[in-house]
């Protein structure tokens, strides 16, 4: 079974891996993240994402944009809470203001 920190870190491999795909493919798409996708798509990728996510190939899966947004919006909303630990609150506020 895998610890909360390594659970942490699959999620963000995969959020990575489908965030520089969106990137790639379907930045300019204004249906990005539409609530009318596939859900059986949907779940295969997810699917197939656990099994084997460095090697594959999100485009061969799917050609549907908004597919991958919803499956970039799962992975988002199952990131084990606290994502951001309280006694590294102030630290995250200070990045802010390194910004401008």
């Given amino acids: 079974r895998l610890t909360n920190l390594t659970q942490t870190e699959e999620h963000f491999k995969i959020i990575g891996k489908l965030v520089r795909h ?7 798409d204004e249906n990005l993240f539409s609530s009318n996708v596939n859900t059986n798509e949907v779940q ?37 809470r606290p994502l951001l630990h309280f006694s590294n609150y102030d630290i995250f506020l200070l990045t802010h203001s390194m910004c401008y």
């Fill in 22 to 28: 969106l990137l790639a493919k379907g930045l300019n």
């Fill in 44 to 80: 295969n990728i997810k699917k197939k994402l656990k099994l084997d996510k460095s090697t594959l190939d999100l485009g061969s899966l799917t050609k549907s944009i908004p597919v991958i947004g919803e499956v970039l919006l799962d992975h988002l909303e199952s990131i084990p």
